[in-house]
């Protein structure tokens, strides 16, 4: 019954801010300004332990805007959850990081993560990154919410 009130309350959560976001940012063209403001609304909102943003730069991920403790700079392609998400093109849920082989650990606190990559002209220029102090945090909800929301802000 828990889980089950806990998975509507989350639903409901991000109906409301789908909306929120897309009206603060839909417009706005600076990319970065977008990834500040979508941190900072989604952490928020949710109470996040870490939500932030990874740019393509060459052959790496480099650290963009972002909302909670400091982070690691550089991610090569492939390495860690945010490296795997931007070599598969796919959202990446970890419900245990320490099950995940290479997770990299920016803080210690974090139990798990889910990454879903930032389209642009067919091709991922960023990726948005989100950490949670318990175990299991994120689904197929917040995965299908947050694609939506990447999709209408970076369109
Ligand atoms: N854990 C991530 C690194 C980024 S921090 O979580 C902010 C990873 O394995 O790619």
């Given amino acids: 019954m828990y889980f089950y009130d806990v998975m509507i309350d989350k639903e409901a959560l991000y109906k409301e801010v789908l909306p ?14 977008c990834m500040a403001n979508l941190a900072a609304l989604l952490h928020s909102a949710f109470g996040f332990w870490w939500t932030g943003f990874y740019r393509v730069v060459g052959d790496e ?10 982070a690691c700079i550089h991610i090569p392609y ?19 990081v ?5 997770h ?14 930032v389209w642009r002209d067919g091709r991922v220029c ?12 994120f ?11 990447l999709e209408k802000v970076f369109k």
Wanted: hydrophobic share 40%.
């Fill in 61 to 70: 991920l480099v650290l963009g805007p972002f909302q909670g403790p400091v």
């Fill in 20 to 33: 929120q976001a897309v009206s603060l940012l839909e417009d706005e063209t600076d990319e970065v300004a």
């Fill in 98 to 102: 320490e099950q995940f082989p290479g």
């Fill in 104 to 117: 990299i650990a920016c803080s210690s606190e974090s139990r798990s993560e889910i990454v879903v990559p």
């Fill in 78 to 96: 492939g390495r860690g959850v945010c490296g795997t998400a931007w070599q598969r093109g796919a959202t990446v849920v970890v419900p245990d």
């Fill in 139 to 149: 689904d197929e909800i917040d995965g299908k919410y947050l694609e939506t929301i």
């Fill in 126 to 137: 960023a990726v948005l990154d989100i950490d949670s102090r318990e175990l299991a945090t």
